[in-house]
């Protein structure tokens, strides 16, 4: 048999597989911690702000829609994705006349567009008129993505801090421990 030599033997890491190689246990210091903690309580409020949106979705969605004409006055702004078209709207009865108001969506070549208002709506009311193509799921779908993403965001997160894996052990022991 030959003998080894200490210099020719591999100087790697040698210790447990689920160790980390840098160090023998991983310990967030309190800085870390107070971290994670604001962005779990930033997320909790962003959340909410948009489960909020989302109430607000659902229910001018479930409201009377009012059929009418948007006849455009002027268009407001010249941001990245073109100006505001405002002006006034007129119901088909003649009833409601909302006036600066802006349109979501867009108007014809003669500044006028087929349009329809939901005055009991929380998000927009008498504000905002949409035009025909628009509908009021958009907000609900938009509003559930953010939420899923969130959710798949912060999970994420959870996962690589460890937080998860602590969680899970702390239901472990508390389900060990009773009777």
């Known amino acids: 048999m030959s003998e080894v030599v200490p210099s020719e033997v591999d100087d790697g ?22 971290w994670h903690l604001s962005v779990y309580a930033g997320a909790a409020l962003v ?4 489960a909020l949106i989302l109430a607000s979705a659902v229910h ?18 010249d941001g990245r994705h073109g100006c ?4 006034t709207w007129t119901s088909d009865d003649g009833e409601l006349t ?7 969506g867009a108007v ?17 009311g008498t504000d905002t008129v949409h035009d025909s193509a628009s509908s009021p799921l958009i907000g609900i779908l938009v509003a559930t993505t953010l939420l899923v993403v ?17 969680l899970k052990n702390s239901w472990r022991r508390r389900k060990g421990s009773r009777p």
């Open 13 to 34: 890491f040698y210790g447990p597989r689920h160790r980390r190689p840098d160090s023998t246990r991983h310990r967030s210091g309190p800085w870390t911690r107070a």
């Open 98 to 104: 909302y006036r600066s108001v802006g349109l979501d």
């Open 60 to 77: 001018d969605s479930t409201q009377a829609h009012v059929a009418g004409t948007f006849t455009e006055e002027s268009c407001e702004g």
């Open 150 to 166: 969130l959710a798949l965001g912060v999970l994420r997160a959870a996962e690589k801090w460890g937080d998860l894996a602590r």
């Open 108 to 124: 014809g070549r003669n500044g006028t567009s087929r349009s329809y208002a939901i005055p009991d709506a929380i998000l927009g």
């Open 47 to 50: 959340a909410l702000v948009v």
């Open 84 to 87: 505001q078209s405002v002006g």
